[in-house]
T-cell receptor, first 116, second 111 residues
Framework: DADVTQTPRNRITKTGKRIMLECSQT?????MYWYRQDPGLGLRLIYY???????NKGEISDGYSVSRQAQAKFSLSLESAIPNQTALYFC???????????????FGSGTRLTVV | LAKTTQPISMDSYEGQEVNITCSHN???????ITWYQQFPSQGPRFIIQ???TKVTNEVASLFIPADRKSSTLSLPRVSLSDTAVYYC????????????FGGGTRVLVKP
């Protein structure tokens, strides 16, 4: 099983609809993130959470909201989807790997969202 | 957060060494340098991380000069499966702060 699981993998929705993207992790990490990637571009941070009671806006949070239901779950909602929110969405977790000393991110496989 | 600059794309051939240089002139004292690899329609994957001098693992090497204003990711003897986008990120490891992904370097490995 994947360490970071995103559902759904693909979704087509209509303009104005509310949609939720879900993310769950088995890494036991406190820190979770939602990123958006547009074709040919890098990832842009939407929201992040450093623990269950902590929610922070990223660089492009307008039009999005999040919920950290538990340490392992972090969901992203589009309250009223619009076509320019069509993108690939990634959830990620991060923590210090004590064995290597490296601090790294683990990403999910992504959710491809199309708003028509 | 320190801004990074890296080439948009690079072409190489199977069996060659690929070196990608990233500039980060305003890197802070506590910042580490981390490289990620991303295949199409997949999330980025951690490759290597370093603070200074040279770091090597089973996948790549990372060279960081003394002034730390740049770093070079070296991929030895690339294969077709190394075709991907490579991102250079700079951030404070201790704080585990949110990282900013730029456009990355698109590496195409040809037969």
């Amino acid at each position: 099983d994947a360490d970071v699981t995103q559902t759904p993998r693909n979704r087509i929705t209509k303009t104005g609809k509310r949609i939720m993207l879900e993310c769950s992790q088995t890494k036991g990490h406190d820190r979770m993130y939602w990123y958006r990637q547009d074709p040919g571009l890098g990832l842009r941070l939407i929201y992040y959470s450093f623990d269950v009671k902590d929610i922070n806006k990223g660089e492009i949070s307008d039009g999005y909201s999040v919920s950290r239901q538990a340490q392992a779950k972090f969901s992203l909602s589009l309250e009223s989807a619009i076509p320019n929110q069509t993108a690939l969405y990634f959830c990620a977790t991060s923590d210090l790997d004590r064995a290597s000393g490296n601090y790294g991110y683990t990403f999910g496989s992504g959710t491809r969202l199309t708003v028509v | 957060l320190a801004k990074t600059t890296q080439p948009i794309s690079m072409d190489s051939y199977e069996g060659q060494e690929v070196n990608i240089t990233c500039s980060h002139n305003n890197i802070a004292t506590n910042d580490y340098i981390t490289w990620y690899q991303q295949f199409p329609s997949q999330g980025p994957r951690f490759i290597i991380q370093g603070y200074k001098t040279k770091v090597t693992n089973e996948v790549a090497s990372l060279f960081i000069p003394a002034d730390r204003k740049s770093s070079t990711l070296s991929l030895p003897r690339v294969s077709l499966s190394d075709t991907a986008v490579y991102y250079c990120l700079v951030g404070d490891k201790a704080a585990g702060n949110k990282l900013t992904f730029g456009g990355g370097t698109r590496v195409l490995v040809k037969p």
